[in-house]
């Protein structure tokens, strides 16, 4: 760990562009771990990943990269302190979807649980579910497109 801490080179906005746009393209390219992306074996590969990033540099950025002062305090009255880290960012994208696009006359809400192997306090566990844990989001979309419109994070009882 240590050694990655030496490592670190201070990013730019465009290197956070690409990130996400890189994010973006793994939604699109799915593959079964974070490594297989980066592999540069003839069967397997996907250039574009490691073209952008080496895998070392993504998990660094990955691994580093904040959206909230962990230093601040989380306001009283939030709608949803859980998400306070996530809130800036969750609220600007739901915001250029809505600038950007106006679904048609048919509409649904999707439920959708998120892999989410790490620690969270609000976890969900659906066994019949392909990933049975995760984070539980509903989204409001187009129903010819799929187009997301909004997003809402479930966070257990509070929400």
Not at 9 to 20: D, V
Not at 36 to 49: D, G, K, R, V
Request: glycine residues 6%; proline residues 6%.
């Amino acid at each position: 760990a240590r050694s990655r801490e030496r490592d670190w080179i201070p990013t730019t906005k465009e290197e956070i562009k690409l990130l996400l746009g890189v994010w973006i393209l793994q939604g699109i390219v799915q593959k079964p771990t974070l490594n297989s992306y980066f592999t540069q074996q003839p069967l397997l590969e996907t250039p574009i990943f490691y073209q952008l990033f080496t895998e070392k540099r993504f998990c660094l950025l990955l691994k580093y990269l904040h959206f909230a002062d962990n230093g601040a305090a989380v306001p009283e009255d939030m709608l949803n302190p859980r998400l306070h880290k996530i809130r800036p960012i969750l609220e600007h994208l739901v915001e250029k979807f809505q600038q950007a696009y106006t679904p048609q006359r048919d509409i649904c809400i999707d439920e959708s649980l998120l892999l989410w192997k790490g620690r969270l306090g609000w976890k969900l566990y659906i066994p019949m579910k392909r990933a049975r844990f995760g984070m539980e989001s509903f989204r409001l979309c187009e129903s010819a497109s799929g187009y997301v419109w909004n997003i809402f994070v479930y966070t257990g009882k509070t929400t």
